[in-house]
């Protein structure tokens, strides 16, 4: 069983930064490529970035390239995701996920390559 907290959502006005963090505690394996999604209102679940277990690769969807860093440090078993210049269409609700199989350099941008998922974090942008 895997556990995923977030924390360092909340309100922040147009420009402003914010940055986003995932501890993975339980049966976890520093083997676990992590991603970052995201749900805005009477929306669906959108990929946003992800990162191997190793931390050589990482993937960005095209709204958060140039803008989202994503990063982790795995003595912490912890993954960040640092958003700046953010935007009031960045509003949502965001979603930390874990893959327990994946290779050394693998990153997924698809939900169901995920099978653990946190509670999720309110990101609000006001314009």
């Known amino acids: 069983q895997v556990q995923l907290v977030e924390s360092g959502g909340g309100l922040v006005q147009t420009g402003g930064s914010l940055r986003l963090s995932c501890a993975a505690s339980?049966?976890?394996?520093?083997?676990?490529?992590m991603g970052w999604f995201r749900q805005g209102p009477g929306k669906e679940r959108e990929f946003v970035a992800a990162?191997?277990?190793?931390?050589?690769?990482?993937s960005y969807a095209d709204s958060a390239k140039g803008r989202f860093t994503i990063s982790r440090d795995n003595a912490k078993n912890t993954v960040y995701l640092q958003m700046n210049s953010l935007k009031p269409e960045d509003t949502a609700v965001y979603y930390c996920a874990l893959n327990t199989k994946s290779s050394f350099a693998w990153v997924g941008s698809q939900t169901h390559q995920y099978d653990n998922w946190g509670q999720g974090a309110q990101v609000t942008v006001s314009s």
């Open positions: 990162i191997s277990w190793s931390g050589t690769t990482t």
């Open positions: 339980g049966r976890t394996s520093r083997r676990s490529a």
